[in-house]
């Protein structure tokens, strides 16, 4: 079993930056490909990012490609989701989750977090 907890969302200007942070525990976090997903309202969820267990492969969704950077630290057992530029299209709801095997679909990933609001104002 894995627990993720996310954090870092909140309310921010188009233009501006927020970096979300997701502390895993439980199993070894290492162990797994950990990805970010959003969902906005009347929309169903999205993929935006995903890293290896090494941290050295990443991919994005062409949405976020540029603005977003996705990043690990095994040490603290943390994935961090890195935005800028953002717009107002980025608000959502902000999930990571975790998969041994996964890569851009959701139906691949075994743990999910509770999710945290971006919120971003034109």
């Known amino acids: 079993q894995v627990q993720l907890v996310e954090s870092g969302g909140g309310l921010v200007q188009a233009g501006g930056s927020l970096r979300l942070s997701c502390v895993a525990s439980?199993?070894?976090?290492?162990?797994?490909?950990m990805g970010w997903f959003r969902q906005a309202p009347g929309k169903e969820r999205e993929f935006v990012a995903v890293?290896?267990?090494?941290?050295?492969?990443?991919y994005y969704a062409d949405s976020v490609k540029g603005r977003f950077t996705i990043s690990r630290d095994n040490a603290v057992n943390t994935v961090y989701l890195q935005m800028s530029t953002l717009k107002p299209e980025d608000t959502a709801v902000y999930y990571c989750?975790?998969?041994?095997?996964?890569?851009?679909?959701?139906?691949?990933?075994?743990?999910w977090g509770q999710g945290t609001q971006v919120t971003v104002s034109s």
């Open positions: 890293i290896r267990r090494s941290g050295g492969v990443t």
């Open positions: 989750a975790a998969g041994s095997t996964a890569w851009k679909s959701a139906d691949e990933y075994d743990y």
């Open positions: 439980g199993r070894t976090a290492s162990s797994y490909t």
